[in-house]
């Protein structure tokens, strides 16, 4: 079975900074593309950033230029560092990883579940 697992969320203040980890474990294979996604109350899970297994990266137009998404592939893990923070980045962030099980000839979408990230003075 395969678990990914968050942390580094919480409470910080307006212009402050924090570092969310997504580590996945269990049987697998390979992983694809990893990433962040968040939701806000009342808004739908918007894509905040993703990195594939080569290093491509992607971006919120939202997230430019404050957050930066990496990968230690030794470790199965991904990371999100969010600075500049701003209070409309409060939501609850999931990780999201393209993996392929072993024993399986595909791969399936992957989950965390969810960190909240809040930013209020």
């Known amino acids: 079975q395969v678990q990914l697992v968050e942390s580094g969320g919480g409470l910080v203040q307006p212009g402050g900074s924090l570092r969310l980890s997504c580590a996945a474990s269990?049987?697998?294979?390979?992983?694809?593309?990893m990433g962040w996604y968040r939701q806000a109350p009342g808004n739908q899970r918007e894509l905040v950033a993703v990195?594939?297994?080569?290093?491509?990266?992607n971006y919120a137009d939202s997230v430019k230029g404050r957050f930066t998404i990496s990968r230690d592939n030794a470790k199965n893990t991904v990371y999100l560092q969010m600075n500049s923070l701003k209070p409309e980045d409060t939501a609850v962030y999931y990780c999201?990883?393209?993996?392929?099980?072993?024993?399986?000839?595909?791969?399936?979408?992957?989950w965390g579940q969810g960190t909240q990230v809040t930013v209020s003075s």
């Open positions: 269990g049987k697998i294979n390979t992983i694809n593309a």
């Open positions: 999201n990883a393209y993996i392929r099980p072993r024993d399986s000839w595909f791969a399936n979408d992957y």
């Open positions: 990195i594939t297994s080569g290093g491509s990266i």
